[in-house]
């Protein structure tokens, strides 16, 4: 049965022809027993096969068929010839119109509107029975009803089809929107793990430089100094090595993985950790925390954190070999701020925010869109006088928190 009807589906003018043929059989056999003369029943074979036409092409030329329809029956009204079977193709084609989206309404109604009419003027063309006219006013009035029932079948398939094509239409409207969400999506975790790639390997990289550099210096006279900058240097490269297997790991499965090979995201408390191994490579940083310290959301912890390693690792690549700075966290009642502050040369603090010295210049556009991420405010530049200051205001609640 399922086949049937996807055939059906397949082929519905097919399906059309084959009871075209059918009617144009039936109602052959029937102008055949008319009585009359020959030349009538000829002239009764022009509508039938007009109708078996409408019922065959209903489909494919639903209005060229509905005014085909329209002459057929003119054209039996005007020789007389008396209803036949084959005038059920009204009824058809009045049903097919009612439901074609694609015809204009005034077409639908004018279809309705002969539809209704044919019943009264076959009275009229054939005249009452004068001996009981209410009764023929009955039959013509019951046989209109029909051509509305179709008209209305018609019309509530229009209807519900449009209803689905609607649905359809915001069906793949909403895919789309979800396709360049997803897109978007994407694009901003690739821009949010190229932020904490450059993080994590600029500063960690400085600092296993400047150790190096150090080592290497005071070998020979101090090897108990050059003992601790490469242990520094080992534990630096072993840190920057568990970020980058943290962001790995999200890369791979969506989700932080928990090992002993992996450390959590960098919160507020670890960037008196961070000063502390920036201390140790050789930069004098004096931190300061004001106000009552609390939790925070995720987002801002992170925030504040890169903030903090990106201002002091541009001090120590850009700020001079005497440069020291200063930290500053003030927990207010509704967000954080942040305050880096250094007397080396701002300038080229400048041309890294340009993209000159750093060659690619991340480093404080990444912090603006880190910011930016959280609702927050960021403001950068030279400061008064000499060195460079960064200062950041950080909402409780803002963007993606």
Do not use: C
């Not at 309404?105 to 003027?121: D, E, H, I, K, Q």
């Not at 209807?159 to 929107?177: D, M, W």
């Not at 534990?235 to 932080?256: C, F, K, N």
Request: proline share 4%.
């Amino acid at each position: 049965m399922q086949r049937f009807y996807d055939f059906l589906r397949r082929h519905p003018t097919g399906v059309d022809s084959f009871w075209a043929v059918v009617l144009f059989g039936i109602s052959t056999l029937e102008v055949a027993s008319l009585s009359g003369s020959t030349a009538h029943r000829l002239l009764a074979m022009v509508p039938v096969a007009a109708l078996s036409t409408v019922v065959a092409l209903r489909r494919k030329h639903t209005a060229a068929m509905l005014w085909l329809t329209i002459g057929a029956g003119a054209f039996q009204l005007a020789v007389g010839v008396e209803p036949l079977l084959a005038n059920l193709a009204m009824l058809v084609i009045l049903y097919t119109v009612a439901a074609a989206a694609e015809l204009p309404r005034w077409v639908s109604r004018t279809a309705l509107g002969f539809g209704v009419l044919a019943s009264p003027l076959a009275a009229v063309r054939w005249g009452f029975n004068k001996s009981d006219p209410a009764n023929d006013i009955f039959l013509t009035v019951m046989m209109m009803v029909p051509f509305a029932l179709a008209w209305v079948l018609g019309d509530s398939v229009r209807t519900r089809r449009a209803y689905f094509a609607q649905l359809e239409e915001r069906n793949r409207r909403l895919e789309k929107e979800r396709e360049a969400q997803a897109k978007v999506a994407v694009a901003a975790e690739r821009a949010r793990i190229a932020r904490e790639l450059h993080d994590v390997v600029a500063h960690n990289v400085s600092v296993m430089v400047v150790q190096a550099d150090g080592a290497a210096y005071v070998m020979d006279v101090a090897p108990e100094q050059a003992k601790e900058a490469l242990q520094t240097i080992s534990g630096t490269g072993r840190q920057a090595l568990a970020e980058m297997r943290r962001l790995l790991g999200v890369l791979r499965t969506g989700e932080p993985q928990e090992s002993e090979d992996y450390v959590p995201q960098p919160d507020v408390e670890q960037i008196e950790v961070l000063i502390e191994q920036v201390r140790q490579a050789g930069l004098t940083v004096d931190f300061q925390v004001e106000g009552t310290p609390r939790p925070l959301p995720s987002g801002v912890e992170l925030t504040a954190y890169r903030i903090v390693q990106e201002a002091l690792t541009n001090t120590r690549k850009h700020g001079g070999p005497e440069a020291e700075a200063s930290v500053r966290l003030v927990y207010f009642d509704d967000g954080l701020g942040l305050l880096v502050e250094d007397d080396g040369r701002g300038a080229a603090h400048e041309l890294y925010e340009d993209g000159g010295a750093d060659g690619a210049g991340h480093g404080l556009i990444g912090m603006r869109e880190r910011v930016g991420m959280v609702g927050g405010t960021l403001d950068a530049g030279p400061r008064p006088g000499g060195g460079f200051r960064i200062s950041a205001l950080l909402p409780l609640k803002g963007k993606g928190n």
